[in-house]
């Protein structure tokens, strides 16, 4: 579940706040290239302003969200409700991806739970937000959450997920710069 800082207080908000999982999209300019839709989840999302978000990008065994918004910045995240109420978020946006060391990284790293898998922040403004009726999403029960990103991440350790990132997240599947 995600949170929500600096005053921004509406029911959209607290609503994406709400939400256990959601999606990120993104797609490199090169028509021939591959969109990349990622589920999310865990306690990575903040809600920092009525048109910005962020979130903690953990280690995994992809880089096309990063890679994507280092060459567009373009993104969209979905969020949908499968619970009682049916609802779909959609936030379109420019993101920028900020790594330990930069302001915001340090910013939104402080605001959520430590994770030994994070590898980088993702900055998005929002520039547009559609809100549709989710009639035809299914009604779920989240029974809780995988904590298997943590637990491979403490087994790889620090030097291990460094390595893993050198060789597994430094191109995308397009070839294009990740980290």
């Not at 969109?35 to 999310?40: G, L, Q, T």
């Not at 590898?119 to 029974?143: F, H």
Request: glycine share 12%; net charge negative; proline share 6%.
């Amino acid at each position: 579940m995600a949170k929500v800082y600096e005053g921004v207080d509406d029911d959209l908000a607290a609503w994406v706040a709400a939400q256990p999982m959601w999606f990120v999209a993104t797609a490199p300019l090169a028509g021939d290239g591959h969109v990349n839709v990622s589920p999310r989840g865990h306690d990575s999302l903040v809600v920092l302003g009525p048109h910005r978000v962020a979130w903690v990008d953990y280690t995994g065994s992809g880089v096309e969200t990063i890679a994507h918004l280092r060459e567009n910045g373009c993104v969209c995240l979905m969020f949908a409700s499968f619970d009682a109420r049916p609802r779909i978020v959609r936030l379109h946006g420019t993101g920028t991806v900020a790594l330990p060391g930069d302001a915001v990284f340090d910013e939104v790293t402080g605001l959520l739970p430590e994770h030994p898998g994070t590898r980088a922040v993702v900055d998005v403004e929002v520039t547009r937000v559609s809100d549709a009726c989710g009639w035809g999403v299914p009604l779920m029960a989240v029974t809780g959450e995988r904590d298997l990103l943590r637990a491979n991440a403490e087994k790889k350790g620090p030097d291990g997920l460094a390595d893993y990132r050198r060789t597994k997240n430094a191109t995308s599947i397009d070839g294009l710069p990740g980290l």
